[in-house]
């Protein structure tokens, strides 16, 4: 800082100010501040900073899929919604690992970040004791899924979104089959698409999985339908619990010689950015990912300077939209369901 007073000619009091964003600085103090600092390659220590001032404005996020166009969504949305409210946001993956996760979660308070938005490695349940630590010692949002509900979250109406897109299917003629592990943290999905179901007098269809494959989603779908198809006759309609496994599952069903949107009807779910521009187009639950970003960044920064234990939870859930394109637009014929 001594350098850039030297250089502007401006008192290092002045040059302070500047780079602390004071308000009260003449335009022109500010710019010839800014011109010594680019001059001289001069770039603010903030970490060090922050500790003088006992105050930080850096987020932690904790994806569990790095290379999930879904996660991939969700930090571009909190990311901008983070530096539009005059903060940063650094993130890092645990790889769906409980291990990497509370490693990450230390890692992070090590630097004093202000406050945690957690895509959790699993969800619903569990004893995950750092988890709990951490939501102790600073503000802690999950999103997408929580660990419990007693929680601050930001998440969607899996359940609602089953029982939307599988009522679809159904009007359209199909008899879908699901295709999706039975996992805690999609538990309500998969239950939403179970009672709906029922609830029309047909019993549910499950597509045997393995477990799925933590980079590679389109791979997950098409070999697990690819299997069933091998052992089973097709089913006239195919739930798939992500877009990306939708993909894979309809490369399956043309490599079995069947026409995914005309006798087999798919949907996926949470209408990712490659889902419009797929053959055929894809039918899908539209997830919030943007305003899901937005909101766990602006309920993480709510949330700083509360002291004592948290008794009031901020908890949202948002509503998927329904998007019905090629795949699911034409109903099933008789013939067809044959």
């Known amino acids: 800082m001594k350098e850039v007073a030297r250089d502007s000619g401006i008192s290092r009091n002045s040059v302070s100010k500047v780079l602390n964003g004071d308000p009260t600085i003449k335009e022109s103090t500010r710019r010839r501040v800014l011109a ?36 991939n969504e969700l930090i571009e949305a909190a990311e901008k919604q983070a530096t539009a409210m005059g903060y940063q946001l650094t993130y890092q993956c645990s790889y769906m690992e409980a291990s990497r996760e509370e490693e990450i979660l230390r890692h992070f308070r090590s630097l004093n970040v202000c406050a945690l938005i957690i895509a959790p490695a699993f969800a619903n349940g569990g004893d995950y004791p750092y988890l709990d630590r951490t939501a102790e010692q600073l503000p802690v949002v999950y999103i997408d899924k929580y660990i419990r509900a007693a929680s601050h979250h930001v998440v969607t109406d899996h359940y609602d979104s089953a029982r939307r897109v599988t009522e679809h299917l159904l009007a359209q003629g199909a008899i879908p089959a699901y295709l999706g592990k039975a996992c805690t943290a999609l538990a309500p999905r998969r239950a939403g698409y179970e009672e709906t179901m029922r609830a029309r007098g047909h019993e549910p269809i499950y597509v045997p999985v393995e477990g799925p494959d933590p980079d590679n989603d389109i791979l997950y779908g098409y070999r697990n339908v690819a299997d ?12 798939c619990v992500s877009d990306s496994s939708a993909v894979g599952a309809m490369h399956a069903l ?38 899901m970003g937005r909101a766990a960044v602006e309920v993480a920064i709510s949330l700083l300077g509360r002291t004592g234990k948290r008794s009031r939870y901020v908890r949202r859930t948002l509503k998927s939209r329904l998007i019905v394109r090629e795949s699911s637009r034409h109903k099933l014929s008789a013939r067809s369901r044959k």
């Open 36 to 71: 010594s600092c680019e001059k001289l390659g001069y770039v603010r220590n903030l970490h060090a900073v922050n500790l003088v001032r006992r105050e930080n404005r850096t987020i932690g996020f904790v994806t569990s899929r790095i290379t999930d166009p879904f996660h």
């Open 228 to 239: 069933y198809l091998t052992a089973h006759p097709a089913p006239s309609g195919l739930f």
């Open 254 to 291: 043309v490599e079995h010689g069947l026409k995914p949107g005309e006798n087999v009807l798919v949907a996926g779910h949470d209408d990712l950015r490659f889902s419009a521009f797929v053959k055929p187009t894809l039918t899908t639950m539209a997830t919030p990912k943007e305003a």
